[in-house]
C-alpha cells in the first residue's frame, strides 16, 4: 500500500487548500483515514481522523475550520483547510490504519504566511 499525499504549497493567511491522499489499493474505505503534521521543533500532532464508519475527530486548533472526506471510488482521502493561520504551517502526512498495520505516505509542505 502506498499514500501520496499532494495539494500542499504556499497561501496567506485566511486562504484555503484542499490536501489529497491517494491510496494505490482499495483501503479507503475499510481503513481510519487520518491527516497529521508536524511544524518545525514541535510534535507531529493529529490534524483530522475519519473511521471507516464514518466518524470524524479533529484536533481543537482546527475545528470548524478543517474537514476531512473520502472519495471511495477513487480511492483518496481529503484535508479542506479554510481560514489558515500561520500557526497551520507544518508538513502534513496521510496516515491509513487498521488493527494490523499503519501505512504512512510522505508528507506535503503547507506554509501560511501571516
Known amino acids: 500500500v502506498q499514500l501520496q499525499a499532494s495539494g500542499g504549497g504556499l497561501v496567506q493567511a485566511g486562504g484555503s487548500l484542499r490536501l489529497s491522499c491517494a491510496a494505490s489499493?482499495?483501503?479507503?474505505?475499510?481503513?481510519?483515514m487520518g491527516w497529521y503534521r508536524q511544524a518545525p521543533g514541535k510534535q507531529h500532532e493529529l490534524v483530522a481522523r475519519?473511521?471507516?464508519?464514518?466518524?470524524?475527530n479533529y484536533a481543537d486548533s482546527v475545528k470548524g475550520r478543517f474537514t476531512i472526506s473520502r472519495d471511495n471510488a477513487k480511492n483518496t482521502v481529503y484535508l479542506q483547510m479554510n481560514s489558515l493561520k500561520a500557526e497551520d504551517t507544518a508538513v502534513y502526512y496521510c496516515?491509513?490504519?487498521?488493527?494490523?498495520?499503519?501505512?504512512w505516505g510522505k508528507g506535503t509542505q503547507v506554509t501560511v504566511s501571516s
Open positions: 475519519l473511521t471507516s464508519g464514518g466518524s470524524t
Open positions: 496516515n491509513a490504519r487498521n488493527i494490523l498495520k499503519d501505512y
Open positions: 489499493g482499495s483501503i479507503i474505505s475499510s481503513n481510519s
